[in-house]
């Protein structure tokens, strides 16, 4: 069920191939939620064998971020996971995965600079070289994401389609608290206070959906909108706020079809992210 070797994890997924069993793959860092356990119960639904991976990866941390703060917790995980009737856990340690003298990333050129590119650099420099050796290691039908982190879903699948993996991309839906606020290992930083300034980034979300759908269409309007709402929240600092382009995530001024509306907020320390789809709704 556990595995911290990627020796131990590759012979037991040759069996499963043997087996012409299809294999699904979900990436974590860990300190599960229900978001993640969406994505476990999809992979289980649609493939016969799912491998969870729990890592929280040093190289998509830039210094000053909270890598050595990052909640852990293996021992709840692999218990939540199990509940799931998930196949095989992979949890290596760093030097599992980085042992000295490794020198390889993978950048997936102007994707990776833009949203949360700007204010972290690197870090999907970091993202991409453990996904790519995740999917080496693993070798998945199927690999599920989450829109929660909608930029690195779009990242992955470039470089998918790029380096002509043999992967399909799931991209499944953000999994919130029932007050909205979207799930994220990084709420567990929350003071009771802060816990309830995060709010504003969902409501920021809805404040666009809203103007959306009364008509507005300029993209400038709706952020200038939603950039007064989060500066209200005293606690609340603005990374930032964009209204994209789903696609390329280009900043849009005018909303022709559909759009991103994406939000990086600081909240006390603790930096939260949020994003929806702004489509019209057809029939
Ligand atoms: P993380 O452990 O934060 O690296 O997230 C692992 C995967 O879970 C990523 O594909 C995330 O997008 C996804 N995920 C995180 N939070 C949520 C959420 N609230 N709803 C759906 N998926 C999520």
Known sequence: MLYKKTTHLRNRLDEVRKQYKSIGF????????QGHLSL?????KQTDFTVVSVFVNPTQFGPGEDFNEYPRDLKRDIKL????????????????????GYSTFVEVLGLQDKLCG??????FRGVCTVVLKLFNIVRPD?????????????????????????????????????????????NSYLSPDE???????????????????HGERNAL???????NLIASEPRAKIDYVE?????????????????????????????????????????
């Open 26 to 33: 979900v990436p974590t860092m860990g300190f599960l939620h």
């Open 40 to 44: 476990v119960r999809e992979s289980i």
């Open 81 to 100: 996971l199990e509940a799931e009737g998930v196949n095989a856990v992979f949890s290596p340690s760093s030097e599992e995965m980085y042992p000295e």
């Open 118 to 123: 700007r204010s972290r650099p690197g870090h």
């Open 142 to 186: 199927i690999a599920f994401f989450g829109q929660k982190d909608f930029q690195q879903a779009v990242i992955i699948k470039r470089m998918v389609q790029d380096l002509h993996l043999e992967v399909r991309i799931e991209v499944l839906p953000i999994i919130r608290e029932s007050d909205g606020l979207a799930m994220s290992s990084r």
């Open 195 to 213: 816990r309830k300034s995060a709010l504003v980034l969902y409501r920021s979300l809805r404040l666009a959906e809203e103007q959306f759908f």
């Open 221 to 227: 309007r709706i952020k200038k909108d939603m950039e």
């Open 243 to 283: 209204i994209a382009d789903p696609n390329n995530l280009e900043p849009l001024t005018v909303i022709k079809g559909s759009a991103l509306a994406a939000v990086a907020v600081f909240i006390g320390k603790v930096r939260l992210i949020d994003n929806i789809i702004l489509k019209e709704t057809s029939g």
